[in-house]
């Protein structure tokens, strides 16, 4: 079964910088485009970027760019997000979530990790 | 950006009851629209793509229809474990936005 499994909650001041990862499982990991997705606390949802994980080929929102860094491990079917220059906007459970189809990208996102609180405060 | 609203922003229904969202686009997005449901604490899930087609393994009292700039999500059979937020979400154009969530409540 697929399953995205991330990484535990972190808590950072200002200016720092978060990895947030997400391993994954139950298919073929070079297949699936990954999304992130972050949602501030009673907020709606925002997305932030997405990788190849063959190619290891980014895209990033605009509102991102310069400050986030996906990244890929195939060895351990594990994918990365760096956000840096953090601030108190910053504050969000950030999800990792696999796209719809193999060998290409629809911008749909059918499995989901399960969050990573990220607490920027001074 | 592409733009989502939806209404109502939160809906009181009782079980068995029909209930109907509305998410409406700021520009043409064709039929390149997905709706979410989110349940307090956990990750979305998805239940229709491309406007109307059901995601696998999601009940069909879920339906979904509309192109263009107007979308309906329709649950025709209100249960208890449908009470959620739920997000309508384009795929059209970069960034991939969603709308600001309906919550369907008791």
């Known amino acids: 079964q697929v399953q995205l499994v991330q990484s535990g909650a972190e808590v950072k001041k200002p200016g720092a910088s978060v990895t947030v990862s997400c391993k994954a499982s139950g298919y073929t990991f070079s297949s699936y485009y990954m999304h992130w997705v972050r949602q501030a606390p009673g907020q709606g949802l925002e997305w932030m970027g997405m990788?190849?994980?063959?190619?290891?080929?980014?895209s990033y929102a605009k509102k991102f760019q310069g400050r986030v860094t996906m990244t890929r491990d195939t060895s351990t079917t594990t994918v990365n997000m760096v956000l840096s220059s953090l601030r108190s906007e910053d504050t969000a459970v950030y999800y990792c979530?696999?796209?719809?189809?193999?060998?290409?990208?629809?911008?749909?996102?059918?499995?989901w990790g399960q969050g990573t609180l990220v607490s920027v405060s001074s | 950006d592409l733009q989502l609203t939806q209404s109502p922003s939160s809906v009181s229904a009782s079980v068995g009851d029909r209930v109907t969202i509305t998410c409406r686009a700021s520009?043409?997005?064709?039929?390149?629209l997905a709706w979410y449901q989110q349940k307090p604490g956990k990750a979305p899930k998805l239940l229709i793509y491309a406007a109307s087609r059901l995601q696998g393994g999601v009940p069909s009292r879920f339906s979904g229809s509309g192109s263009g700039t107007d979308f309906t999500l329709t649950i025709s059979s209100l249960q208890p474990e449908d009470f959620a937020t739920y997000y309508c979400?384009?795929?059209?154009?970069?960034?991939?936005?969603f709308g600001p969530g309906t919550k369907v409540d008791i």
């Open positions: 520009q043409d997005t064709s039929t390149w």
């Open positions: 979400q384009q795929a059209m154009s970069f960034p991939f936005t």
């Open positions: 979530a696999r796209d719809r189809v193999a060998e290409t990208v629809s911008y749909y996102f059918d499995y």
């Open positions: 990788i190849n994980p063959s190619s290891g080929a980014t």
